[in-house]
């Protein structure tokens, strides 16, 4: 399977631990996006690399959230000091330059 | 006003006729329109792309654009039991992300 992959599928947490999610893109994607889905609700957008450089982040993305992108292969997105407004689903996603973005299966993060 | 509106539905056809979904978008610059489909506890999987005004077929599938009213639509032909899920538009305005809306709850009754 040449999609892209997201590591681990599940995860549940207790309130104040630290989480990483790892993401792997289709191998010759060089964009690389983080979006975040609550129940009901559509992808809301998180972050953007291209290739090594992340380029955009949003609002969203507090300052106990941290994305990187080394070497611009596999990224990972770590949240610190878990909430449990912080359950959802993580999404990446990942294009080539001006082309459709693909998903990953999602990382489903359950904050007790 | 959201950016990308939906009718969160449910919408409720029976099998084999033709189930029509709506997306109205706030920003005249945008450039790219998708639409997914999104199974109960899945990830999004894109259907649809379109980029200019009109018409694009692919299979039972047909999306619809006019920028001038800021809408776009997916129409499914002869739709199927296994159609039913979350229809999901997604714009993309120049920003690289792409903004959803919410997403329209197709159900589709045998």
């Known amino acids: 399977d040449t999609g892209v992959s997201q590591d681990p599928r599940h995860k549940i947490t207790k309130r104040g631990q630290n989480v990483t999610f790892r993401c792997d893109p289709i191998?010759?994607?060089?964009?690389l996006y983080w979006y975040r889905q609550t129940l009901g609700q559509g992808p809301e957008f998180l972050t953007y690399?291209?290739?090594?450089?992340?380029?955009?982040k949003s609002r969203l993305l507090s300052d106990r959230f941290s994305a990187e992108r080394p070497k611009g292969s596999f990224s990972t997105l770590e949240i610190q000091r878990t909430e449990q407004g912080d359950s959802a689903m993580y999404l990446c996603?990942?294009?080539?330059?001006?082309?459709?973005?693909?998903f990953g299966p999602g990382t489903r993060l359950t904050v007790l | 006003q959201k950016e990308v509106e939906q009718n969160s539905g449910p919408l409720s056809v029976p099998e084999g006729a033709i189930a029509s979904l709506n997306c109205t978008y706030s920003?005249?610059?945008?450039?790219?329109f998708f639409w997914y489909r999104q199974y109960s506890g899945k990830s999004p999987e894109l259907i649809m792309s379109?980029?200019?005004?009109g018409d694009k077929e692919d299979g039972r599938f047909t999306a619809q654009l006019n920028k001038a009213s800021q809408y776009v639509s997916l129409l499914i032909r002869d739709s199927q039991p296994s159609d039913s899920a979350t229809y999901l538009c997604?714009?993309?305005?120049?920003?690289?992300?792409?903004?959803f809306g919410s997403g329209t709850r197709l159900q589709v009754q045998p």
């Open positions: 997604a714009v993309d305005t120049g920003r690289r992300a792409l903004t």
């Open positions: 920003d005249r610059g945008s450039q790219s």
């Open positions: 690399f291209q290739n090594e450089a992340q380029l955009e």
């Open positions: 379109i980029y200019s005004n």
């Open positions: 996603a990942s294009s080539a330059p001006e082309d459709t973005q693909y």
């Open positions: 191998s010759e994607h060089n964009r």
